[in-house]
Each structure stands twice: as C-alpha cells, then as structure tokens.
C-alpha cells in the first residue's frame, strides 16, 4: 500500500482534511501529533508542523524517517506575489527557494549555500497528476516559484525584492524547506498553497479573514488528488 504524507503548518491547514476522513489514529513523536489514516487504500499520514522552515523540516523528515512516507504533499496558504493570484487562487510549486537565506558576503548569489541549489524542483508527476486534476475539477491552477522564508511578509518593499531576485509568484514560511528534506530523501513531494493575502500593509487583516477558507480551497484540492493516487 503506497504511505502517503500529508502535511500543512498551522492546525486550520490540515482540519479540513481530518474532518473530511473523520476516522484516524494519532500518534506523538517529538512534541507533535501525526494522524494516520486509510483512504481509498492509501495510507496516510498527516500533520501539521507548527510555523516556519526549522518546523517544517522537522515534520517532513519525522514523516519520512518515522512514518515511511513515500510521497509528499503539502497543503496550506500563502501570501500572492503574482498580480493574477486573487484570495482563495491555487498555486502549485515547479519550484521553491529560500529567500532568507544570505551568504552574499561570501559572492554566493541569494537563497544558495555551497552544496545546495537557490531552487528545489518539486515532481513532475505529481504536477502532472495535480494538472489532470484541475482540469476535472475546472478549477485554475498556477504553476510558479515558490519563495519560503521564516518572515510574515506584510511588506511591498520585501515582497517586490523577493519577486525581482527569485521571479517567485507566492511566498510563505514552509516550502523549500520542506522541499530541502524530500529532495534529500529522494521523496516526490507537492506543494499547494490557496492565497489568503498579497504580502501588503493589509497581509495581517486579509490572513486572519481568509486563513479557513484557502486552507479548505488547497485541501479540498488535495482531497481530489488523493482520489487521483489511489485510482492509479
Ligand atoms: O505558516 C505561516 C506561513 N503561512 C503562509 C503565508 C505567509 N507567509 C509569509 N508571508 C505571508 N504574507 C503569508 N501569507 C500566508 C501562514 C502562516 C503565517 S504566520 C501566522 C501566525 C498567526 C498566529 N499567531 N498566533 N496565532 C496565530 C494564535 C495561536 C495561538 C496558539 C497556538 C496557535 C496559534
């Protein structure tokens, strides 16, 4: 049976899920939950990591390492860069990068360290499998760069610099992280995330307004890709 990860970062990002399943197990392991799970004869294993990349990276490897998860997909929100994204608008990563992170100092371009690239590519199948499930389901989905980094972003300056040195379309505090552990665990993973904000002065009031319903848009999403996987 193939082990499926299912993971978000805050609590609202994975409710829809687990009350969609409504019959699941849970687990601790080093400080946090991880709920397990049959679905259409895929194991799951779902959780939410708490807030930022050190979180994040934590959660992805325990549900590698620990629960054995063969495929990854995060689902969440994030703020929009992109002028076309518009609140509760899906956004799929082709790939992610870390803006925070900065060793200019040493002529290293932004987001790379020695060793690493600036981008994580996510897995071509998975898109794929996302794409068909679009179509089906007739919703839009924007294919783009994703841009993580351990900062709420409610800031056009930063949101404008992000954009010019990673070209990224959405920003939020998990990704490439998560992108970081997989790739390094040769796990095909998938990262979703429904705008909730556009990283402005209004980030805060536009996040806590629309935190619940883009974290229900991605999940649902994700929900259909489930019926995808298990029908394969
Ligand atoms: O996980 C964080 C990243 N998420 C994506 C995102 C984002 N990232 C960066 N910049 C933006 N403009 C973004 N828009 C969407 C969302 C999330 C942001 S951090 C939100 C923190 C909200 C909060 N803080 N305290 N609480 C909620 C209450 C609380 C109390 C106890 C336990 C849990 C929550």
């Given at each position: 049976m193939s082990k499926i990860a299912i993971m978000g970062a805050m609590v609202e990002e994975i409710e829809p899920?687990?009350?969609?399943?409504?019959?699941?197990?849970?687990?601790?392991?080093?400080?946090?939950t991880y709920y397990?799970?049959?679905?259409k004869g895929l194991e799951l294993v779902i959780a939410?990591?708490?807030?930022?990349?050190?979180?994040?990276?934590?959660?992805?490897?325990?549900?590698?390492?620990?629960?054995?998860?063969?495929?990854?997909?995060?689902?969440?929100v994030a703020g929009a860069i992109n002028p076309k994204l518009k609140i509760g608008?899906?956004?799929?990563?082709?790939?992610?990068?870390?803006?925070d992170l900065d060793i200019t100092a040493f002529g290293h371009p932004y987001g790379?360290?020695?060793?690493?690239?600036?981008?994580?590519e996510s897995d071509k199948t998975l898109l794929a499998?996302?794409?068909?499930?679009?179509?089906?389901?007739?919703k839009p989905l924007l294919e783009g760069v994703i841009a993580t980094?351990?900062?709420?972003?409610?800031?056009?300056?930063?949101?404008?610099?992000i954009e010019s040195t990673f070209n990224a379309d959405a920003l939020e505090m998990e990704g490439a992280s998560v992108a970081v552990v997989c790739d390094a665990f040769d796990v095909p993973f998938f990262i979703l995330r429904a705008i909730s904000d556009s990283a402005d002065m209004d980030a805060g009031f536009s996040f806590d307004e629309f935190l619940k319903s883009?974290?229900?848009?991605?999940?649902?999403?994700?929900?259909?890709?489930?019926?995808?996987l298990a029908s394969k």
């Open positions: 899920l687990l009350e969609f399943l409504g019959t699941y197990e849970s687990v601790e392991v080093a400080d946090n397990t799970a049959e679905y939410y990591s708490k807030i930022g990349k050190v979180f994040a990276s934590l959660t992805a490897s325990t549900m590698i390492q620990k629960f054995g998860a063969e495929k990854l997909l995060f689902s969440g608008d899906l956004i799929a990563a082709t790939s992610l990068c870390q803006h790379f360290v020695p060793e690493g690239g600036v981008f994580v499998i996302a794409n068909d499930v679009a179509s089906d389901l007739e980094g351990d900062q709420f972003v409610a800031d056009e300056v930063r949101k404008d610099w883009s974290a229900k848009e991605s999940a649902q999403f994700v929900i259909s890709m489930l019926d995808k």
